[in-house]
């Protein structure tokens, strides 16, 4: 396991953007799947995107694609998610996750290691 700190939201309004990090402890991260989840009050956790640990293959939620982009930066172990044309159904909790053993998932019980969450919130 890793430990995940993520930062970067915010409230904004619709039709921005922001850019969520989630830097992990360990230089192993390197080695690690990562994937972003979110959860709106009262609802379920969701998958949104998630990458594979070289970063040469991602995939994304059909409600996010063509708007937010996942990216990682092994040196500096760090992935990104950059999130454009927000709307306010974006507004969640914003999670990543990561695990050694899994290829790309968007199952969330295939990531063993959790962040604390970044809170974004896009108004009208």
């Known amino acids: 396991q890793v430990q995940l700190v993520e930062s970067g939201g915010g409230l904004v309004q619709a039709g921005d953007s922001l850019r969520l990090s989630c830097v992990a402890s360990?230089?192993?991260?390197?080695?690690?799947?990562v994937g972003w989840f979110r959860q709106a009050l009262g609802k379920e956790r969701e998958f949104v995107a998630a990458?594979?640990?070289?970063?040469?293959?991602?995939f994304y939620a059909e409600f996010v694609k063509d708007r937010f982009t996942i990216s990682r930066d092994n040196a500096k172990n760090t992935v990104y998610l950059q999130m454009y044309s927000l709307k306010p159904e974006d507004t969640a909790v914003y999670y990543c996750?990561?695990?050694?053993?899994?290829?790309?998932?968007?199952?969330?019980?295939?990531?063993?290691?959790w962040g604390q969450g970044t809170q974004v919130t896009v108004s009208s």
């Open positions: 996750a990561a695990d050694a053993t899994v290829g790309l998932s968007r199952d969330l019980h295939d990531y063993d290691s």
């Open positions: 360990e230089r192993t991260f390197r080695g690690y799947a």
């Open positions: 990458i594979t640990s070289s970063g040469g293959g991602s």
